[in-house]
């Protein structure tokens, strides 16, 4: 048995072809070390990349604001329908916002789904309001009705 070989050309002996070893891996990363930027040797300034973060970032609370307005928004104009109890169950669309037939339709819809989320208002005398003046209460009064 000869021992005096080529470690490398034994391994590759023992190795059936398409199978890659490790050290064969270990030697292609040892080669494309230093080339990880596909872009080359192309920097940027750290004072440009900061701009840039500092403008994505503005742009990013600019877009929740609005996200945030649109929602109120939204909320605001099922309210002013006054048809359910809770302007809040209604999901937000942006269609709403633009058009209100859009938005009474699915008011209409959501009704037709949940009757129990509409407003309710009280019907009859519920105890409130301007009443006619009620009479004194005297003694006498009810002495002579008890009396009779």
Not at 41 to 51: G, L, S
Not at 95 to 107: G, P, S, T
Not at 111 to 119: D, F, G, I, M, T
């Amino acid at each position: 048995m000869d021992t005096t070989g080529d470690e490398e050309g034994t391994q590759n002996a023992r190795t059936p072809e398409g199978v890659t070893t490790t050290d064969t891996l270990e030697d292609e990363r040892a080669e494309g070390e230093g080339s990880d930027d596909p872009s080359g040797d192309e920097t940027f300034p750290r004072e440009y990349v900061e701009k840039l973060r500092k403008e994505n970032a503005d742009a990013r609370v600019k877009a929740k604001r609005a996200d945030d307005l649109a929602a109120r928004l939204h909320t605001a104009l099922v309210a002013a329908t006054g048809r359910l109890a809770d302007p809040s169950d209604l999901p937000f669309d942006d269609a709403h916002l633009e058009d209100a037939d859009a938005l009474n339709a699915a008011v209409d819809a959501l009704l037709a789904r949940k009757p129990h989320l509409a407003s309710r208002r009280p019907v009859g005398s519920i105890g409130q309001g301007a009443t006619a003046p009620a009479d004194s209460v005297s003694l006498a009064g009810i002495l002579r009705h008890n009396a009779q």
